[in-house]
């Protein structure tokens, strides 16, 4: 198969290395063949980092880089095109003397007056003679393809894309080689447990490379058979993770990177004129990026050789051409496959030596064994006793020639399989001369014997560890495939990620209620529903929320956008508005966040979680909208069963000025709003304690503050309290500030809100997009410790942050913390004993054999009618079994019939909860079973188990004044 380069074409690093090293044609985009081989072809002979080789190995590479690119160019010279394809195609390669001067060196070969080498020839030819040979023909080049040609730093690249393919292949093999070592030094496992590489130490390249490990050493008999007096020994192979892990997040990231150079170009050939001309620098940071990360792979695969006993490779490649400047580069590749090839040989070589001491000394023991059976039967014999065990033999004088032959067969017969017997006796017991190695590290070394039966020679080692072997049956992939057959067969230990979890069908079901009730307050109030992807552009994202910034989940750079997991769905929907035209809207959005927040379980606090926010965006009369939101609030979590709950309600403004008062400086009132939002989990010498230490503020500011913001109460009189103290003086914003909340106080009173609500000049939510009242509910009556359940505010400029015109919308939104009602509704479900309740209406039963069918009609009609029915997936399924299961799913209705009553054509209805039957006629089953009150799919009765939960609330409310008196 050819590579085809062209407008839209990438090119991989699989077929990159084709290209490169296995001669592999080219062919343009839009024609059916590539031009025919014309010179004899070279292919890679696996001596990497030596002399001109490795200069011609880089020049084909930067060729490829120079054509794809240019391919992609629009208005490219196509006649110039077609000759760098075709010199890639004839085995020529152009000689370059430095990466600086690559551009220029290319210009006068195509012109005729550079050199280069011709297939597998080790000498330079003058360009034009090469073309001759290859039936080609110099090109007169116009100014613009010079700059063109020369704008590019296709030698660069086209180094990055080989040393991107050796590390992506070489990086896959380290802990395959590892493992091995460990089996030869008999290094203990234990190094590699989670306590170590998941909870103390949690970065993920680290973690892989433990998991993997312990994958390939799961039931080694040999790991840990070292001494712990001389585990100091094993330091190399114990730390391996640690070297091995962040090589490979390096590695990864780099060949992505380069893998985005290889198919990057210019947009137009007036591009390098412009002055936006590609330098390089991508590629060459890459580049060091990988030598770096091999370097210090090739020095643990060294330290792990010692540990085992072996010779560390000490091989150094010159580059004997111009290109030497690259020798740190591009001979760390050899470097490492030196170094991994050594450590392979020393384990492969310990582990037989080990066997064939265990195997002698098996032998030994099994001699000594039978020397001393035999003394002890002599010694029996001697004394005329009776021998030890059974005689060897028996008087056979009677015997013919052919019986006694077949006698003494027998006999030999039964002390063969008497000493094999033995021998896995003492093999069992420890003993034998087979000890196992791990799953993984078995297939490892077979593969390895099975591909060379000189694996003990560096060259056969290094020819299995190829780096640029892209068969299916490479070490590289092999090793892949290994770790992959080791996870799926149950090796492998699923579990949940850190802070997420799963659901089962009874709490889907509560979500699913919760949701409903949710969606309909929001929709009597006229929201209107969206939904924004769950990733944004990270710029977009950070300095928005404070000191929380650093809970955001940034995505792996995989070239392009850099994006990250959106921590709320205010900022997205600020974005939203932004981009378009929509004037005032009442919005909701019912979606999941994320955050790298500590999870606590108990307080339904995790790093994956719903949020239900309503916003209106818009111009209207001051605190309407405010008043509104804050009703919305109270409407959803009165119709929850969460219980008693408050909502502490401050002013952003009124914050501010009571810094400006107590004297905090203005660059430290973001940091200091912080600390004030934790009285209520912390107390004021704590928070003080913070403020003066950690935030740097005056101590007499600290306390000034503490003069404002321990008040909270009943807001008219808390308000009325304020105004009459003349808390504020004259502060200009802190008394526009109070009239704003005077007047949301009157309209939450007319709304029926203000009973929920308490003035708390604490609160001060930590988030930086907050410009006037903010408010935070939570619940008051004790029973479940899950903090904040909703919070929100007036956000008035963080649109603006977003329109290209700065254009402001104003905003006010409320966020349900619904995962928080969740752990509530789902710790009372399970109090009452109700977690298992279904959303089926009725469960068909039938008596009798042959009557699935029946049954199945039945369904029909009721799933017709809207009504959630079930019946058993078994022929002939026992009447009792089926009575239990409903009673057990909690099913209210049932239908029952038996050959009898499909006869009369009629069933029976059984109300199961109030333990009453009644028979009807088929047709009439639908209108008695909601005549019953059988609910339909969907409908308002399906929300029975949040009216169990509220009535649950009703009476522990009106129980506890009785308990009080």
């Not at 075709?86 to 370059?96: D, K, R, V």
């Not at 019953?932 to 129980?959: I, P, R, V, Y």
Request: charged fraction near 25%.
């Amino acid at each position: 198969m050819s590579v085809t380069v062209g407008q839209g074409k990438k090119v991989t690093l699989e077929e990159f290395v084709k290209v490169t090293f296995y001669s592999q044609s080219v062919v343009l985009a839009g024609t059916e063949t590539g031009p025919a081989h014309v010179g004899g072809l070279w292919k890679w002979n696996g001596n990497v980092g030596t002399g001109e080789y490795t200069a011609k190995i880089i020049a084909r590479a930067g060729l490829l880089c120079r054509a794809s690119s240019y391919a992609q160019v629009r208005g490219a010279n196509q006649v110039v095109l077609q000759l760098l394809v075709a010199l890639l195609n004839s085995n020529i390669t152009p000689a370059f003397s430095t990466f600086e001067n690559a551009g220029a060196e290319l210009v006068s070969f195509i012109t005729g007056n550079g050199y280069g080498y011709y297939g597998d020839s080790e000498s330079t030819t003058s360009s034009f003679e090469l073309f001759n040979t290859a039936n080609l023909a110099p090109l007169k080049l116009t100014v613009e393809d010079t700059e063109e040609l020369q704008s590019y730093p296709f030698l660069t690249i086209g180094l990055g894309g080989i040393l991107a393919a050796a590390s992506s292949n070489l990086i896959r093999m380290v802990d395959s080689v590892t493992a091995l070592s460990c089996e030869a030094a008999g290094s203990g496992v234990e190094a590699y447990d989670a306590a170590n590489f998941e909870v103390g130490r949690p970065h993920r390249g680290q973690m892989q490379s433990a998991s993997n490990l312990r994958l390939l050493l799961d039931g080694s008999k040999r790991i840990g058979t070292v001494a712990k007096d001389k585990r100091c020994d094993m330091v190399s192979l114990q730390s391996a993770p640690q070297s091995t892990g962040p090589s490979r997040d390096v590695i990864l990231t780099a060949v992505k990177s380069l893998e985005i150079e290889l198919n990057s170009f210019e947009s137009t050939v007036s591009t390098a004129k412009a002055g936006t001309a590609f330098d390089g620098a991508q590629a060459s940071l890459a580049i060091q990026t990988l030598s770096s990360a091999l370097n210090v792979l090739a020095g643990a695969s060294g330290a792990r050789t010692a540990a085992v006993g072996g010779a560390i490779s000490t091989d150094n490649i010159e580059l004997t051409s111009a290109t030497s400047s690259v020798n740190d580069t591009f001979c760390q590749v050899s470097r490492l496959l030196n170094a991994l090839s050594a450590e392979l040989i020393a384990s492969l070589s310990a582990l037989s030596n080990r066997e064939a001491d265990e195997a002698a000394a098996l032998l030994k023991k099994m001699e000594l064994a039978e020397q001393s059976k035999a003394a002890k039967e002599g010694d029996a014999a001697a004394k005329g006793g009776k021998p030890v065990g059974k005689p060897e033999t028996a008087d056979d004088s009677n015997l013919t020639p052919e019986q006694r032959a077949r006698a003494e067969a027998k006999r030999k017969e039964k002390a063969d399989k008497a000493a094999a017997k033995s021998a896995a006796k003492e093999q069992k017991k420890g003993g034998g001369a087979v000890v196992p190695l791990g799953a993984g590290s078995t297939l490892i070394r077979a593969y390895i014997q099975k591909r060379s039966a000189d694996c003990l020679s560096l060259e056969a080692m290094q020819n299995i560890l190829n780096p640029f072997d892209l068969s299916e049956d490479s070490f590289s992939a092999y090793c892949t495939k290994v770790l992959e057959q080791l996870n799926s067969g149950g090796k492998f230990k699923p579990k949940i990620a850190k802070g997420a979890r799963d659901f089962g069908p009874e709490q889907m079901r509560i979500r699913e209620q919760a949701f409903s009730a949710i969606r309909r307050v929001f929709k009597r109030h006229g929201g209107v529903e969206i939904d924004t992807p769950v990733f944004e552009l990270k710029e977009l994202l950070t300095g928005k929320y404070g000191e929380d910034s650093k809970l955001i989940y940034d995505l792996a750079d995989q070239g392009g956008e850099l994006l990250s997991l959106r921590y709320d769905l205010t900022v997205p929907f600020a974005r939203f508005l932004a981009m378009r035209s929509v004037g005032n809207i009442k919005r909701f959005h019912i979606a999941k966040v994320y955050r790298r927040d500590q999870p606590q379980a108990a307080r339904g606090r995790f790093r994956e979680f719903y949020q239900c926010d309503f916003d209106i965006a818009g111009s209207f009369s001051p605190m309407v909208a405010d008043a509104e939101v804050i009703t919305v609030a109270t409407e959803i979590l009165t119709d929850l069963p969460v219980g008693k709950f408050s909502i502490k309600l401050n002013h952003r403004k009124l914050l501010d000025a009571i810094f400006e008062l107590c004297g905090v400086p203005a660059d430290k009132f973001r940091p200091i709003c912080s600390a004030v939002d934790k009285l209520d989990k912390m107390s004021w010498e704590e928070v003080k304690k913070e403020m003066v230490e950690e935030k740097g503020l005056a101590p007499e500011s600290a306390d000034k503050i503490a003069n404002f913001v321990l008040h909270s109460g009943e807001p008219k009189e808390l308000w009325a309290k304020f105004t009459e103290m003349k808390l504020f003086g004259d502060h200009v914003q802190a008394n526009a500030a109070m009239a704003e909340l005077k007047l949301l106080f009157d309209y939450l009173e007319a709304m029926g809100s203000l009973q929920y609500v308490s003035f708390d000049m604490s609160l001060a939510r930590g988030l930086d997009y907050y410009t006037g009242v903010i408010y935070e509910a939570v619940l008051i009556d004790g029973s479940v410790a899950v903090g904040s359940i909703a919070a929100g505010g007036r956000y008035d400029n963080l649109v603006g942050m977003f329109s290209p015109a700065g254009v402001q919308t104003p905003c006010v939104g409320v966020s349900i913390g619904i995962e928080r009602v969740f752990a509530i509704m789902e710790k009372k479900a399970e109090e009452l004993n109700i977690m298992q309740t279904t959303g089926i209406q009725v469960y068909i039963a039938s008596i009798g054999a042959g009557l699935i069918g029946e049954r199945m009609k039945v369904a029909q009609a009721l799933w017709q009618a809207n009504i959630a029915a079930e019946y058993p997936h078994q022929d002939n399924p026992k009447f009792k079994k089926q009575l239990d299961e409903a009673l057990e799913r909690g099913i209210p209705y049932m239908v029952v019939f038996g050959t009898e009553e499909l006869a009369r054509g009629v069933v029976k209805v059984k109300d199961m909860r109030q333990h009453t039957e009644v028979e009807v006629a088929r047709d009439q089953l639908v209108a008695t079973l909601l005549a019953q009150g059988c609910g339909l799919a969907g409908s308002g009765s399906d929300m029975e188990f949040l009216d169990a939960l509220k009535a649950s609330n009703a009476t522990a409310e009106a129980a506890a004044p009785e308990a009080e008196a």
